[in-house]
């Protein structure tokens, strides 16, 4: 037990870390709320219990890296029950008893093995940090940092782990020299072991010892309390916040009111919605993000992490005025992310959905890519065209309207328009792409030739159909999107449609996740989900395929965004080709590098092109076809493939397959 003067010291010190440690909690707590209004807190109860379930389970922490995975999961589930143990050991200095015996067993048992788990965690996370260093920690040179990053990372990781192994390495020894004086326990095997060193040792050494301990255990957590907040640790508190505020779907974007908002987009911190910059604090740095993203791998100056490390450095730097309210002192531009690295983003939501703490790294892509549109008028010079042609004629090609069902001709039957057909149980809505691009409309007419085959009662929008808006939205140029939006929900609340199919992700992801926000409510399909349903309902005659296997590359906004994986892959083999995946599938493809309206613009420089990096993958698989779901990622492959000057793949889409392979 503690001396008097001993427990007046430890009062006073715990009184004055509490004291700095909640003041500056508390500064964190008004930098947060400095961000715009956004609703997060519907359905609470349903939020929190699946984010404690998904901080307890550690299931988005092993998505990538099992074995780092396996050292962070020891670390976190020591802490979690140190909050418990560190109480226990507190009472013990102040009270003259001891938690041992038949009630303490189960107790001391858990908090010594898991003792050890935590010095076998951060022992093996400190070996790979300091000594091996791998390339997750380093940024490319061309990546904007914060000044105070490079070194501020270093010290950081450096001052958590010196805290982790004081701290849980003095309770090791505080309790072994405790298990000397007293006699060891069986239900604290490590400890007991580790008792052997005080053996020798005269009993006022080895009381000496435990309290010298007892004060590097509590102690230490004295210390860092006041540092916490400026610490990564931090994320402790925040990252199960995170998950529980998190949005459904992040790459549904939210509308904006443009009679009532006078700004739009961000271009300072303050301008950023408030979970954007909960997300800056919910960073671990771990870059799992910048490991997946298109941009990054490909050479561009985008690091998805560097973005909320270099905000959460400049947060820690204006914290105390930029929590009282003062405007912060320079735009988003000058230190989270450049010009280039805001336009190379592909929206893919590969950041989003590796993130193991819930951050939506790709939303404060597109608040400042908002704020550059609609408040700056400054944006790539390509996109003026396809903004001009979305505004003009109703579609980013910049074709005639007129033109928008010229892909039926040479079909041999007629393809019905909802003037023809007024109330067709499934409306077709062709896309842009399937319209105006040569290759893509192969995928229409294969569309209509499996509607057509299977008897549907369908029809096509014709000359009423118009963009959805997706690269619009996704390239910031939000008023253009509601402008189009609005004339296409008019459109179709008319019509009031059973189900619309359509072969594009981009339309699919508009029409059923985001066209709800304005008002159109509709049972949307990918034409995969639809095929499949027709072959299960045996209403398409399909023969066998003797063409060899195929590989299947999930689109971004079809997998990833929408979490359709297992339909398209049920169709193509539904023709007997077998199926060979590519290393990234699924959940982890990699981006053809259309999205995010990067296909109506020049790709920013790299080492390759993001189109370059997925087909040299694909085609390495040695499959005769590479199977698409997206008329977008299927340009993007034959594009690559017609420079191939070796043999290149057949690059299909699924429709084209199915297609080829009705019975006449």
Known sequence: MLTTIEKILFLALAFGSLYFAGTGFYEVYKTIRRGKPEDRFDHLPERVLHALWTVLSQRTVFKRRPLISVLHALVFYGFVYYFLVNVVDTLEGFFPFRARGTVWNPFNLVADLLTTGVLVGILGLA??????????FVFASNVPLHEDARAGILRDSTIVA???????????????????????????????????????ANQSAVIALEHLFWWGALGSILLFLPYFPRSKHIHLLMAPINLALKKKNPGALEPMDF????????????????PRLLDAYSCIMCNRCQEVCPAYVTGKALSPAA???????????????????KESPRPL??????????????????????????????????????????????FPNALKKAFGGMEQVGNPWGMAH?????????????????????????????GCAASFDPRAQKIARSMAEILNAAGVNWAVLGLQEKCTGDAARRAGNEYLFSQLAAENVETLNALKPELVVTTCPHCLHTLRNEYPQLGGNYVVKHHSEFINELIKAKKLSLRPNSDGAATYHDPCYLGRHNGIFDEPRQVIESVGVKLTEPA????????????????????????????????????????????????????MFTEEAAQDEQ???????IAEIVANNLRK
């Not at 043999?647 to 889409?653: M, N, V």
Request: proline letters at 5%.
């Open 127 to 136: 070996l790979r940090r300091f000594l091996a260093q791998p390339q997750d």
């Open 162 to 200: 010196v805290f982790i192994f004081i701290h849980v390495g003095s309770r090791l020894l505080s309790k072994s020299a405790q298990l000397a004086e007293e006699g060891v326990d069986p239900y604290q095997p490590v400890g007991s072991a580790f008792a052997a060193i005080f053996a020798g």
């Open 259 to 274: 009679e009532k908002e006078e700004s739009f987009g961000a271009a300072k911190l303050e301008e950023l919605p408030w």
């Open 307 to 325: 973005i909320l490390i270099n905000e959460r450095y400049e947060l820690n730097r204006i914290r105390r005025e930029f929590s009282a309210g």
């Open 333 to 378: 531009l000058d230190f989270a992310l450049n010009e280039e690295a805001t336009w190379a983003c592909t929206t893919c939501n590969a950041c989003v959905e590796v993130c193991p703490v819930g951050n939506e790294q790709m939303l404060h892509i597109i608040d400042v890519r908002r704020e550059r549109v609609l408040m700056q008028a400054e």
């Open 402 to 430: 007129e033109s928008r069902l010229e892909w039926t001709q040479n079909l041999p039957f007629a393809v019905p328009t909802v003037e023809q057909n007024s109330r067709p149980n499934v409306l077709y809505w062709v």
């Open 584 to 635: 990234r599938n699924r959940s982890n493809s990699f981006c053809c590098g259309a999205g995010g309206a990067q296909f109506w613009k020049e790709e920013e420089r790299g080492r390759e092109r993001v189109a370059s990096n997925r087909y040299r993958e694909l085609k390495g698989i040695g499959a005769r076809t590479v199977a698409t779901g997206c008329p977008f990622c299927m340009r």
């Open 647 to 653: 043999s290149a793949p057949e690059i299909l889409d």
